[in-house]
Structure formats: C-alpha cells, structure tokens
C-alpha cells in the first residue's frame, strides 16, 4: 500500500473504531434513542467522505497500463497531477489523479473517463437527489431539505442549473425504441387525452407591471402546456341510467361492478405548443401498439384545436367529448333557465342527460331551440341556451355515447383533467412562482418522468448520454446501479 493511501485508511479506521466506542461505551448509556441516531447518522457521513476520498485516491494511484493517446491520435506523456473536487452526498472530497499533456494539446486526465465524472463539481447521485425534490418541492425547500438531512449547502442557481442539465435527455429516452412501456398488456383499449393548462411565466424585462391592475387584469402572464396522457384499459360497459345515477351523484343507486383501472399511465406535458406535443404522443402511442389492442379511442373536453390536432394525428383513434363538460354545458343552461334553487332544476338535468347518454343529441338540440324561441326567455337566458346549442352542434359527431357505453369505452377525460392539476398546477403555481420557458419545461419533463415511474431507468440513460457527450465513448453504467447498491446493503 502507497504511503499516500495509509493515513487515510488510518483515518478511516479511527473514525469507525471511535464510532464503534460511541455506541457501545459509558456515553452511550445516558443518551437517548434520537440522540444517538442523529450522532451516529452524521458520523457516518463523515466516513462516507473519508471512504469515498480513499476510493478516487486508489484509483488515481495507478496509471492508465496503455499509451494515453489524444483524439487525433498524438501520444500523451505524464505531465502532473491535477487537482480536482467531488461534491458528493457525504460531502466535498479532493483528490489528484494523472494528468496527461504535450505541447499543442489540451491534455487530459484519463481516470475522469473511467469514473464517468460530472462536467461540473456535483456527483451524479446528489443530483439526482437534489432534482428528485425540485420535482416536487421548490428550490428552496429542496436546497433545506439537502442542508437539514445531508448537511450539505447548495444554491437555489445551483439546483436550477442542475435540473436544467438533467432534463435534457428526457425528449430522446422516450423517443428510444427501448423505451419504457406497460409491460404486461392489461387493456384492450388504446386511450389518448389532451388538456392544457397555464404555467405561471417570467414578466420580460421591457414590460413594466401595472401600478394597479384594471378590472379582470391579472398580474402576470401564463403559457399553456399542453398536458398529454395515454394508458390502455378493459371495456367496462355501462347504460345510461347508470352513468346518469353516478354523474348526479344518486344516494340509493346500486353499487357499481368494479371498474378497470388505466394500465401503463403515460402522462406529459410541454410549452412547444400543440403540435409538437401531438407528435410525441404519437410516437408513444406507435409504441404502446401491439396486437392486443382491439379498440383506440381520444378524449377532449371539446377543444378545437386540441381536436383537431387529436383528428389529424390519431385517425384510428374515435375521437370522444368528454361528457363532464358536456353535463356542465346543462347545468350552466339549467342555471339560466330554472335558477340553481329551482326544485325542477336537477329533474331538467336528468332528462337532457338521459337522452345526450341514449345517442340523441340531435333531440336535446332541437328541445333547447325551442326553450330559445320560448317568447318567455329573456336575453340573458336564451344567450345561455343558444351558447349550449353551439357547443353540442359543433361536438355532434363525438357525442354518440350510447355507442361508446354499448362499448365499453371511457367518455370522461377524468385521467387528463387530474394530471393538469398534479402534474402541472401542483408545482408550477406554487405561491408566488414565476418560471423561464426552459427551467419550466424541465421541471414539467422531469416530473412525468418520476409519475410516469420511469425514474431509475431515465437516470441511468442520461448518466449514459452524459459519459457519451463528455468523452465520446460508451458510458460505464451498470444496470440497476442503485438497485443492486440497496441489496448489498441489506
């Protein structure tokens, strides 16, 4: 063993005998179970470091057994040995290792490579970790969380940059044909959805805010993402009468058979606009093909140009109106028409809903017109009635649910209009968050990686492209890299 490598395993052989004293000796005895846990946690942290040093420091001590060669091929002597840091969970630890260098060339340290080094000081797996919280939590609680649990202090630029870089990858790890997918077929059919949902964004520079907001003026602008979701499910048919009973929320209806749940649930969502999220949500659908899948069917909630980017990308697909806006549409005119404390109201509801559930759309509108032309109805109702007229003679052609029930197809965008709310309003319009259109969408790509439960296998294929992009040669990963940590360990 080189002298450089004794004092530090004699280091780390006094911390862990002197933690082995701690636990087992006289101090130990008036201590309390917390006490000791939190001293033990953080002693171990020391170690950690101290470990992870006499690990890079091992390593640096031995040479690269082939010539050290540049891209271009020129022969690379031994020049020095180059400092460098590693912020890793346990802390920063500094090393050496060889540096390789001759006139007119960069130079480089080849064991950088072999360790698959970062570009920057940050290891991987504090990375990792710290942008597992920002996914959830802001910058800020994540930088407390990583400062109260590890000890460990980095800036909020720190944590930006960080996911920044990590979610670079997510676009090409789905449109790989390894990527991840269902895997076992538990549906026969193929459902894709669409939303959109505004993401809170940075005010530009030149437009100075308001001194006081005018009426229906809002501090701030938004920009949508647009929010995508596919998953496959059983036929689960269902009547009318008794999607009505559920929809009104009927107190004596008869308990309902199970319903099939969504398999392999893909959700996500980006701010490049409709198009651009119609064609990754086709290339997911190409792959979630299979001869398993009998029926395919596409929801909105009536949307025009969610619709007809659904229509122009998806042709196989029936394109479905929601039928939860379709119901508000009724109240809204229910509203209008009785008032909301009207004894009839809910009475009118079921009746119009019955017959929008039995195929006869074309009855409900030719009964609302009269209820329009009803010399009785004043401007203000028949404006509400004519406004739901329009949005069923415009959605007529996806309305034909007594076919979709007869079926077994979901008509509620139920998947879709959840994942607006906890895959983009969750994070992105916490209290008083303003985003960047790239430090938004990459928050919005890392978190549907970690709902999608894709996590683990995207962070092993970015630490792949990263080695890739940093020294041009085939990333030594090894599969289920923290898996495999956990079982030694337990």
Partial sequence: MTSN????????????????????????????????????????????????????????????????????GTHLPYHDQRPTTYYSVFGKVRFARPFYTTPGQQGLCPLDAELSLPARCYSDLLREWAVYGTTDESYRESQTVLERILGLSLSVQALETGVTEAGEDVTPFYAQSAAPTAAVPAGTILVVQADGKGVPMVQPPTQRPPVRLGKGQKRGQKKEAVVTGLYTVAAYQRTPQEVVAALLQDPERPAPAARPRPEGKELHATLAGKAVAMRRLAQRVAQHEGPHIQQRVALTDGAEALQQQLVSHFPAHTLVLDIIHATEYLWDTANALLGETHPQRVTWVRAYLESLLAGQTDAVITALEAEANDPACTATQRQAVRRTIGYYQRNRPYMRYDAYLAQGWPIGTGVIEGACGHLVKDRMEQSGMRWTKAGAQAVLDLRAVRLNGHWDCYWQFHRQQQHQRLYDTSAPVPARAEGQALELAA
């Fill in 5 to 72: 490598l004794e004092p530090i395993v004699q280091q780390a052989q006094h911390e862990f005998q002197n933690l082995l004293t701690y636990v087992t000796g006289p101090d130990a005895r008036s201590q309390t179970a917390y006490s000791v846990e939190l001293t033990v946690f953080r002693r171990l942290l020391a170690l950690g470091a101290v470990l992870v040093r006499l690990f890079f420091v091992t390593r640096a001590a031995v040479r690269p057994a082939a010539p050290v060669t540049a891209p271009d």
